[in-house]
């Protein structure tokens, strides 16, 4: 009886060991979600263009071609001048939304918030600047990210002003990015281009 009881102590002592280790081991995977991405920096991106969005995918760190995009999983962000989009909520059919942290330091932001992201809604953009005036049109586009970038045409010439914010953007896959707007004008000081850096986790890490 002696030798059933330790033997029933010792199973026991073994058994909540090993849930013991099972659990930490869940959690910790779950708390580090992984490994986070590479830095990438793209400069001097030619979004001028008045009628056309250019596309870009964060995880082939290129810009893409589509022709639908409410439809297109493809890509993650679009730029037209200072307007950014992201293929969520009214302006596609994944899961792109960003939170605008309140720091401006890279390094600063080291997590991805767990709440508090903002998807696409509709809201009225410029499409036409001319010497006979301007055309708006309402479209599908993030005020949150468009807000990166202020421009006062109160006296020629426009002043622009970047928020130099540090956002938190999911891609259309779901996975985490860390954002950074820093550059609206091309190396010959141009207007209608912009600069990023971003850091896109492809495993699903929420640390950068």
């Known amino acids: ?21 099972s659990d930490d081991d869940d959690d910790s995977g779950k ?27 964060f995880s082939k760190n290129a810009v893409v071609t589509v022709t639908d995009f409410a439809n297109d999983l493809s ?3 679009a730029f037209h001048r200072g307007d950014i989009r992201l293929n969520g909520g009214k ?35 410029t499409t036409s600047f001319t010497g006979t005036g301007i055309t708006t049109e309402d479209q599908p586009f993030s005020q949150t990210l468009t807000g990166w970038l202020t421009v006062d045409t109160s006296n020629p010439p426009p002043k622009y002003t970047i928020n130099g914010s540090i956002y938190v953007v999911k891609a259309a896959d779901g996975n985490y ?9 091309n190396e010959k000081n141009a207007a209608g281009y912009v600069s990023f850096k971003y850091q896109y986790n492809a495993d699903g890490s929420t640390k950068f």
């Open 75 to 77: 890509w993650d962000i």
């Open 177 to 185: 990015v860390k954002l950074s707007l820093y550059d609206n004008k």
């Open 91 to 125: 302006s596609g059919k994944g899961k792109g939304a960003v939170v605008q942290t309140t720091s401006t330091n890279w390094d600063d932001i080291k997590e991805a918030p767990s709440s508090g992201y903002k998807t696409d809604e509709i809201g009225t953009i």
């Open 31 to 57: 708390n580090n979600g992984g490994t986070p991405g590479t830095v990438k920096t793209v400069e001097f991106l030619d979004v001028k263009s008045y009628t056309d969005w250019v596309y870009f995918s």
């Open 1 to 21: 009886m002696k030798n059933q009881f330790k033997f029933l102590a010792l199973f026991l002592c073994v058994f909540f060991a090993f849930s013991a280790c």
